[in-house]
């Protein structure tokens, strides 16, 4: 059986990297939400801080459907995933997302483990503002951040497997090496209750 390992937070908290130091410990491809994003946003010279016009999540939201059914029918190896979202609480595109995933998991006989990570707003703002983050098409609006982590919440999608790991003071390995403790529990069958990490 394989795992979808859904991380999830706001801009700047580290998905990607937290990721990709998760893959050198547990065999998975990255499947980044910029993956979906960008061949859109670069049509648009998308510059991080003005707002994008109405309906374009629409053609992500294509983009990251024809991924994950090509992932269900190739069954690619190795049979982990560790996917990124966003994934902001009460937002319909974000369920609409998460829903995504889930049902690909399925389709897929996958473990699917959500994981929601957290970051104060001061660190998040100095996270969100790094250069590399431009190069990618990422939001590097520091107001944004932190107008974000006050008003909103990351999605919780009240999935029995869910791990909140609050990354605020932790580095990428030791959040990576949380993360895998819980798989390796989610896996054994020794779930319990969730962590606040």
Same mark, same amino acid.
């Given at each position: 059986?394989?795992?979808?390992?859904? @991380?999830?937070?706001?801009?700047?908290?580290? +998905?990607?990297?937290?990721a990709?130091?998760?893959?050198?410990?547990?065999?998975?491809k990255?499947?980044?939400?910029?993956?979906? =994003?960008?061949?859109?946003?670069?049509?648009?010279?998308?510059?991080?801080?003005?707002? @994008?016009?109405?309906?374009?999540?629409? *053609?992500?939201?294509?983009?990251?459907?024809?991924? @994950?059914d090509?992932?269900?029918? *190739?069954?690619?190896a190795p049979?982990?995933?560790?996917? %990124?979202?966003?994934?902001i609480?009460?937002?319909? $595109?974000?369920?609409?997302?998460?829903?995504?995933?889930?049902?690909a998991a $399925?389709? *897929?006989?996958?473990?699917?483990?959500?994981?929601?990570?957290?970051?104060d707003a001061?660190?998040?703002? $100095?996270?969100?503002?790094?250069?590399?983050? $431009?190069?990618?098409? +990422?939001?590097?609006d520091?107001?944004?951040?932190?107008? +974000?982590?006050?008003q909103?919440?990351? @999605?919780?999608?009240?999935?029995?497997?869910?791990?909140?790991?609050?990354? %605020?003071? +932790?580095?990428?390995?030791?959040?990576?090496a949380?993360?895998l403790?819980?798989?390796?529990?989610?896996?054994?069958?020794?779930?319990?209750?969730?962590? =606040?990490?």
């Amino acid at each position: 059986m394989g795992v979808f390992v859904l @991380l999830m937070g706001f801009p700047g908290v580290g +998905k990607l990297t937290i990721a990709t130091e998760l893959s050198s410990l547990f065999p998975a491809k990255i499947i980044d939400n910029h993956w979906f =994003n960008n061949p859109i946003l670069r049509l648009l010279d998308d510059d991080g801080t003005t707002p @994008l016009p109405p309906g374009v999540w629409e *053609y992500t939201a294509r983009v990251r459907q024809a991924v @994950l059914d090509a992932i269900v029918v *190739y069954r690619p190896a190795p049979a982990n995933f560790i996917f %990124t979202h966003a994934g902001i609480a009460g937002d319909e $595109r974000s369920a609409r997302t998460f829903q995504q995933i889930c049902d690909a998991a $399925r389709q *897929y006989e996958a473990l699917l483990v959500p994981v929601r990570l957290l970051c104060d707003a001061e660190e998040l703002a $100095r996270r969100v503002s790094t250069p590399t983050r $431009r190069e990618r098409l +990422k939001s590097t609006d520091v107001q944004a951040s932190i107008d +974000k982590s006050r008003q909103a919440r990351v @999605l919780d999608p009240k999935h029995r497997f869910t791990l909140d790991l609050d990354v %605020t003071s +932790k580095t990428a390995q030791a959040s990576a090496a949380a993360i895998l403790h819980h798989v390796t529990r989610v896996i054994a069958g020794d779930f319990g209750c969730r962590s =606040n990490g």
